[in-house]
């Protein structure tokens, strides 16, 4: 079980070509929070969940085929006791 306290993030990663308005669900995506060594890999829809999230520092990385997106836990204001949700 995760740590008393522990915070999550759940999102959905959503990838768009060039010209899409809208983009598709990225099926087996991997979001990694770097620094702890967790990785998750995205369902057929597209969505996440990674837990546990035991501090306010750190790095979300997301990955599908050869695009790659970095933000800080900072930036999604994620970390212990918050549940934060993306898309």
Known sequence: ?????????????????PGEALGQPAEGATVSLVESGLTVTTGAD?????????????????ASGSLSRVTTLEAIAAG????????
């Open 1 to 17: 079980p995760p740590p008393p306290g522990a915070g999550s993030i759940t999102g959905r990663v959503i990838v768009a070509r």
């Open 46 to 62: 597209g969505r996440f969940e990674i837990t546990p999230v035991v501090s306010t520092l750190g790095t979300l990385r997301f």
């Open 80 to 87: 212990p006791g918050k549940v934060t949700v993306l898309g």
